[in-house]
């Protein structure tokens, strides 16, 4: 069938066309960082507005610890506590002092947000100084944000979003070290390692982790067939970045042990103190749920369970497809070294099972429900980063390879697929204490006196039921705390513990004073029971503070 | 001349053997007599998407009307629509229209369910057709491209759904009829009937949409040609030739007046029409024997149902159900058709060729394979059924795969086992049965029938062993000569017999340095 020859020609000259291109690179990080916050943004409202982002009772948990250091009965950097690491606690500190703040989640979140677009940031430069072209950039970008996992966590007071930021900050310097063998890349590298290993464990790994690699890139650079003599010097050398990465990267590690010295007279308190892992760990054991343990296979096969539920499958594909890519791609070989401290939590999440240090459920392979299943997140910046990789050398494939994704992704988000959404909802990491919190606000907020409450068992009451920190008596509250775990009829009008459970450390000193055969059960609920000081007995509470000044 | 000769030796043989795998019972079997077990579990409409495609046939040819009579509502039990006080279908229905032919003209010879799965046959003929044209067309050996459409057609799942009424392959002739017509041609007349197979592949069945995209796309980008000459670039654009999108209104229009038709509205697609699982002697819905008590209300009130043509694909059951289609032993391609891995060989040789075309064909496996893994294991079937149109693609590969390996004789060797293999297990499966359950289903299901219950192919030989077959042809003549294991045999030494003397004289050929 014949038709009119109507063509239509469009010329373009190349040197426009170079002149587009240039102007897209300059203004590409401004459209990223725009496209990040506007998303970061939105997501929070989104899950303000919903109720879930306060869901998780870590969440609730680190928002009350910044609180504590502001506000209460013993307020101070004491209240940092010991276990959980400090620098998102302090992070709060300057926003966490407004109740709103406190109460929405957002002073919390808020770090979350800039973690996230900070990440985001880091894997466009970590794609562009691999040399990917833009389109594997963003698609990187795409792939880290359009997942609902990353998405909700960084809309919530948890602390992954900022180990992300500062373990992808320390493993793109170390790359950038690698690559220009400039020491302030080290430095650079050092510092933000620093700063994961005071937000969490991980970054004691990576730590150790990215030590090791420094050494390794020395030796490869200079090859490893020396002499003797030769060999010395490549030592020493090894020596000197070492100490000069150790020593700033470690400071946190030496601050923290020197911390909990301090405030605890004991440098591994926060190791094997009574509200440590450790603790949570034996306890699990002689429950027989830590089935990881001494095994290696179900370690390793919980977790990649956990990363391909965090990340998604075809990303995780993908994104292993840009690895080899990388590694077998002609850049210098301290650069693909360098870029494996990206893997870091990979090796750390399976070694800590291995090693009975952490917990994971993931229902229907260990146990009945999810548990910590937000660990298999740590890697995403690595997928969105290897992606962009596999996006950018194939180049035939990757209109097929973009395609494929926006086709998963779809479905992702029509299905709702976030395995962190359900573990906060329905897993064990959520704590439904609307009722005792409930109470606790329409009973005890027009009332005088104080609730005597454990923080470590019911730190999710104490942040939902709306009420000030200086109402409670917590363990960190000092003298009031010896006081009331002794003579609770003069001082806690309320008490609000777990009955017949010596894990609660109210109940473990109260039930054993004289006092609380003065109070009066109001009522069980999930969690906890409320008591109250019978009115006969009033009269002799102590309703306002007294210890001033506590060290 | 030659080539017209081997087209047709080729054309017969597969003929041939796919008429002996052909299911069915001699007949004419009106409602009442197709919902008997002679027909359904232990005939030819074994499963539902046999019997609801059938139902719609049988419904527009003899009753003329969409809604189906009792009887015919009965047989397509539980996947039965309804909507508006009438029984409908669930499926896409132009399968259902496609088979009408055969049903008619098998009637007149009073093999109307043979006609119509005659119909299937036919198209997976010519998906071997394709395969080998569009083999050859990418540079793959002559030769290499008739073993590789043998491949797919015998010694992949698509031989046992070849010889009933599924949509696989005519979804798979839609996919490789338009890669064929994009390599032969780049005219009006080529995009306008690309347009139309996309459109048309919708009501085949509603997935085909997502297939079809990547052809779409690329379809759609040859409208453009792009020339670089010095430090210019040139872009060449004939608008005219966006008329040709105008075929898409055929099957689009038919489409929608189907669904009207039948659901009383055109966007009313069947998926989310509510459903039927059982009919009470009133002939009215109620409630399956299966059913818990909390759903007993939207079973007898079909119209309370909700469903979403969405939500049926979620991407947390991913890694589980990827594995289920790749490696499992009750569906996997790893158990029972490995000789497709060797088109993974051959996606690398072709890659550095052509990577434009791997590109669009790799897009159309990825799309095939994801789509499933996000949609479920396919119930009760002969191997991963859902990924035959990969199956064909992946074929194609195999062919590059054979002709640039072909002189080395270990790789030929392992091809050759891997063909044997793959033949015998799908040759089982094309004689006996489809209706193997998933490992989770068999397991529960031992727990009321008290014995052994396979979800491997093992089922399958188990079935074979007990002197039965669903073959037409052994049915009606060959089971009183043979028994059923001798007619498997038969069947597929025959295949094995042409496959590896194809194999060895491309094998030779190589050697003697004429590819």
């Known amino acids: 069938m014949k038709i009119p020859n109507l063509t239509f020609n469009f010329t373009f000259k190349k040197d426009t066309l170079e002149k587009i291109q240039e102007w897209f690179e300059k203004h590409a990080l401004s459209f990223v960082i725009f496209i990040l916050t506007t998303i970061s943004v939105y997501t929070f409202l989104h899950y303000y507005l919903n109720g879930l982002g306060l869901a998780y009772n870590d969440a609730r948990s680190h928002l009350d610890i910044g609180r504590r250091v502001v506000e209460g009965l013993k307020p101070g950097l004491a209240q940092l506590g010991s276990v959980w690491l400090p620098l998102p606690h302090v992070l709060m500190i300057p ?26 940031v880091i894997i466009y430069m970590f794609l562009k100084k691999l040399g990917v072209g833009l389109l594997g950039r963003f698609f990187g970008i795409l792939v880290f944000l359009t997942n609902i996992n990353i998405l909700y966590l960084q809309s919530t007071a948890m602390t992954e979003l900022l180990l992300l930021a500062t373990m992808t900050a320390g493993s793109y310097y170390l790359m950038l070290w690698a690559k220009t063998d400039e020491v302030l890349n080290l430095i650079k590298s050092a510092f933000f390692v620093m700063l994961s290993t005071l937000t969490r464990y991980d970054g004691w790994f990576l730590f150790l982790f990215a030590g090791l690699l420094v050494a390794i890139n020395i030796f490869v650079k200079h090859g490893l067939r020396k002499s003797f003599g030769q060999l010395k010097e490549v030592y020493q050398e090894t020596e000197g970045k070492l ?52 095994n290696i296979l179900l370690s390793t096969k919980l977790y990649l369970y956990a990363l391909v539920y965090n990340s998604y499958a075809y990303p995780v594909f993908l994104g292993l497809s840009g690895l080899i890519i990388l590694f077998v791609s002609r850049l210098i ?68 390879l973009v395609g494929l994704f926006l086709f998963t992704a779809f479905f992702t988000f029509t299905s709702g697929d976030a395995v962190t959404i359900d573990d906060a909802r329905v897993g064990s990491s959520q704590k439904n204490v609307t009722e005792v919190s409930g109470w606790l606000k329409e009973n005890a907020i027009d009332r005088k006196g104080f609730i005597l409450i454990s923080a470590a068992s019911h730190d999710a009451i104490i942040f939902s039921s709306g009420l000030p920190m200086k109402k409670f008596i917590h363990e960190g509250t000092g003298a009031y705390w010896q006081s009331a775990t002794t003579s609770p009829d003069r001082w806690a009008r309320w008490i609000v513990m777990r009955t017949h459970d010596d894990n609660d450390l109210v109940w473990k000193d109260v039930s054993r004073s004289e006092g609380f055969a003065k109070y009066d059960l109001v009522d069980s609920y999930p969690f906890a029971d409320i008591y109250e000081l019978k009115d006969e007995y009033l009269g002799e509470l102590n309703t306002k503070p007294v210890f001033s000044n506590q060290k | 001349m030659k080539k017209i000769f081997s087209t047709f030796l080729f054309v017969l043989f597969t003929f041939l053997i796919l008429v002996l795998g052909l299911r069915g019972l001699p007949g004419n079997p009106t409602g009442e007599e197709i919902n008997q ?24 040819v003899e009753n003329k009307t969409f809604h189906f009579s009792l009887p015919i509502a009965r047989f397509t039990t539980p996947d039965l629509g309804y909507k508006n006080g009438n029984y409908v279908s669930l499926f896409a229905p132009a399968v259902s229209f496609i088979v009408a032919p055969g049903y008619i003209i098998g009637k007149y010879f009073g093999l109307s369910q043979v006609g119509a799965f005659s119909i299937i046959l036919l198209f997976a003929i010519i998906n071997a057709l394709l395969i080998r044209a569009i083999a050859k067309l990418l540079g793959a050996n002559p030769l290499a491209s008739s073993i590789a459409a043998l491949v797919f057609l015998f010694a992949s799942p698509s031989f046992a759904y070849a010889v009933t009424l599924y949509q696989h392959h005519v979804t798979t002739f839609l996919i490789l009829f338009s890669v064929w017509i994009l390599l032969k041609w780049k005219n009006f007349l080529s995009f306008a009937l690309v347009w139309f197979l996309c459109a048309i592949s919708i009501p085949v069945d509603y997935p085909n949409l997502f297939f079809m995209l990547p052809i779409g796309i690329y379809a759609f980008a040859r409208l453009f040609d792009l020339e670089k000459t010095g430090k210019v670039l040139r872009l060449k654009f004939r608008p005219l030739i966006l008329l040709s999108l105008i075929t898409v209104l055929v099957p689009l229009v038919f489409f929608l007046w189907f669904n009207k038709e039948s659901y009383g509205s055109p966007l009313q697609f069947s998926g989310t029409v509510a459903s039927v699982k059982a009919i009470d002697e009133q002939g009215k819905p109620t409630v399956p024997g299966s059913a818990g008590q909390d759903r007993a209300e939207q079973f007898i009130n079909p119209d309370l149902q909700k469903k979403s043509s969405i939500l049926f694909f979620s991407t947390r059951e991913l890694p589980s159900l990827l594995y289920s289609h790749l490696f499992s032993p009750d569906r996997g391609i790893l158990f029972y058709t490995p000789i497709m ?33 996000m949609f479920g294991r396919g119930g009760w079937a002969f191997g991963s059924r859902y990924l035959i149109p990969s199956y064909a693609i992946i074929s194609i590969f195999t062919a590059m795969a054979l002709t640039h390996f072909s002189k080395k004789f270990l790789f030929v060797l392992f091809f050759l086992l891997l063909t044997i293999y793959s033949v015998s297990v799908n040759t089982l499966g094309a004689v006996t049965t489809n209706r193997n359950p998933p490992k989770v289903e068999a397991v529960a299901l031992e727990k009321i029938s008290n014995r052994k219950e396979y979800y491997t192919f093992q089922r399958n030989w188990e079935f074979l062993n007990s002197n039965q077959s669903k073959s037409y042809v052994y049915r009606t003549f060959a089971k009183d000569y043979l028994t059923a294991p001798q007619y498997f045999y038969m069947v597929a030494s025959l295949i094995i017999l042409i496959m590896s003397g194809q194999i060895i004289l491309l094998y030779l050929q190589a050697r003697k340095g004429k590819i």
Do not use: C
């Not at chain 1, 870091?344 to 459920?361: D, E, K, R, T």
């Not at chain 2, 159309?364 to 994801?370: A, E, K, L, R």
């Open chain 1, 95 to 120: 926003t966490i002092w407004i109740d709103f703040f406190w109460h929405s989640g957002l002073s919390g979140a808020l770090i979350s947000m800039i973690s996230f677009v900070a990440t985001g």
């Open chain 1, 243 to 294: 100490i000069l990465f150790a020593t700033l990267a470690g400071f946190g590690i030496a601050l923290w042990f020197l911390w909990n010295l301090m405030i605890f007279k004991d440098p591994l308190y926060f190791a094997f103190g009574p509200f440590s892992a450790r603790a949570q760990q034996v306890q699990l054991e002689s429950a027989g749920e830590l089935v990881t343990k001494g």
């Open chain 1, 333 to 400: 070989r301290e650069i693909k070294i360098a870029s494996l401290a990206l893997l870091a939590p990979l090796f750390f999440n399976i070694l800590a099972l291995f090693f009975g240090h952490s917990v994971l459920f993931v229902q229907g392979i260990s146990g009945n429900t999810l548990f910590n299943i937000r660990y298999g997140i740590m890697l995403l910046p690595a997928i969105a980063i290897f992606t962009g990789i596999a996006v950018d050398r194939l180049k035939a494939l990757r209109w097929t």
């Open chain 2, 37 to 60: 077990n002679t027909w359904k579990d232990d005939g030819p409409f074994e499963l539902s998407p046999e019997r609801g495609r059938y139902a719609l046939t049988m419904s527009m």
């Open chain 2, 341 to 373: 891995f060797i088109g993974i060989i051959g996606v690398f040789m072709f890659y550095k060729k052509n990577g434009k075309m791997t590109s669009l064909l790799l897009a159309i496996v990825g799309f095939n394979i994801f789509l499933y893994a």
